[in-house]
């Protein structure tokens, strides 16, 4: 996936150790990366929403590959908030999700 403009590595990580986009989060990357894969769903789930609504959309997609995301997708969209439109409709532009949420929210099926 070409990315357009990525934050640079130096740029991550505060001086405690933790991804730009957990300012109120005390977690480093490593563990991070590892929440985003945990087999607690209710904490994998958090992490991924809160990496989506905080993390600019390019420093996702250096976190996690389009393959994850879909699979996550179900789970997380409703934890969007204000971002969950952007989100959908990229997923939807670029083919990685093809559900659309109603106004009640739930997936339903494009139209063939």
């Not at 994850?68 to 990685?96: C, S, T, V, Y």
Request: charged letters at 30%.
């Amino acid at each position: 996936m070409s990315l357009l403009c990525p934050t640079p590595a130096d740029r991550w990580l505060d001086e405690r150790g933790r991804p730009y986009f957990l300012w109120d989060t005390e977690l480093t990357l490593d563990e991070l990366k590892a929440g985003l894969r945990s087999e607690d769903a209710a904490w994998r789930n958090y992490l991924w929403a809160k990496l989506l609504r905080q993390a600019k959309p390019d420093d996702v997609f250096q976190l996690v590959d389009p393959a994850e995301l879909r699979q996550q997708w179900p789970a997380i969209a409703q934890r969007l908030g204000d971002k969950g439109p952007f989100w959908r409709w990229l997923l939807q532009r670029w083919g990685i999700i093809d559900a659309i949420a109603d106004q009640d929210g739930h997936a339903c099926r494009k139209p063939a």
